[in-house]
Each structure stands twice: as C-alpha cells, then as structure tokens.
C-alpha cells in the first residue's frame, strides 16, 4: 500500500512513495511561482528513500535558490506539469507538489516558507510556522 502517490497531467509519469510524508510546506518563492505558473506551491515534503518514479517523459531544470545551492525541478516534458523538487540544502528530503496528488485533499499545509515574497492578497494562516524564508536562514 503506498502513502503518497500521485501523477503529472497527461498520466506519462507516476510517483509513489510507501513513507508518510514529513509535512506540507506552502511556498511563496518567487521561483514556485513561476514554475507553477500561480501565487505560490503547496510541497509535500517525503523521504528521497522510497521515492520511486516511473515514465520517460521525466525532465529536470536546476537553478539556485534562495539558499544559493542548486534546486533541481522536476517536471514533465510531454505535459509540463511540475512534479518535485531536489533541493541541495534540504538533503534526503524531496517537495513533492501536492496538485499532483492522486488524493491531494489529505495534504492540508502545515507550515509557510518564503511569506517575504508572498503576494499581497495571498492570506496566510498566521497560527502556523511562517518564515520569511526558510527555517535554515
Ligand atoms: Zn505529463
Ligand atoms: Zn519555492
């Protein structure tokens, strides 16, 4: 039985993972919002062990981010829709992007990170951990 699982929009790429995952983190980076296209991103973030990812479909684009260390963004070429994110100075650990969720109502978030960048009519659920970037920072 896997805890998470989920697949980009054209169904070229499926991932699963048997871990729960850690938490859901909302991020208002300027960088999500650009990939995703919209006001921020909602990441499961899950163990890389276990991951597992199947499809050819799968690309990568790697940019530093806020940290300055390297993001890796993983999406699908056929369809483009974003799926997960490596990022270097979180080791071990993946933000998988909850829309893609096969069930993404269970992923209410529980923390924001980037809030700096947050658009303004973006309300933020203040009774939650909020950082103005990342908790390392
Ligand atoms: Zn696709
Ligand atoms: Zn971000």
């Known amino acids: 039985m896997n805890t998470i699982k989920g697949n980009c929009l ?4 499926h991932y699963s993972s ?3 995952p850690l938490s859901t983190a909302v991020c208002h980076c300027i960088d999500c919002q650009k990939q995703s296209g919209s006001a921020f991103s909602v990441n499961l ?10 499809g050819v479909s799968l690309g990568c684009y790697a940019k530093a981010g806020g940290s300055g260390l390297p993001v890796k963004r993983y999406f699908c070429t056929r369809c483009g829709s974003a799926l997960y994110s490596e990022i270097a100075s979180m080791p071990g650990v993946l933000a998988v992007k909850a829309g893609t969720l096969s069930h993404p109502r269970n992923s209410a978030p529980n923390l924001h990170l980037w809030c700096a960048s947050a658009q303004p009519w973006v309300v933020i659920d203040r009774s939650l951990p909020c950082f103005e970037q990342t908790p390392t920072e």
């Open 10 to 13: 054209c169904g070229g790429i």
């Open 18 to 20: 048997h871990l729960a």
């Open 45 to 54: 973030l899950v163990q890389a062990e276990g991951f597992l990812v199947q």
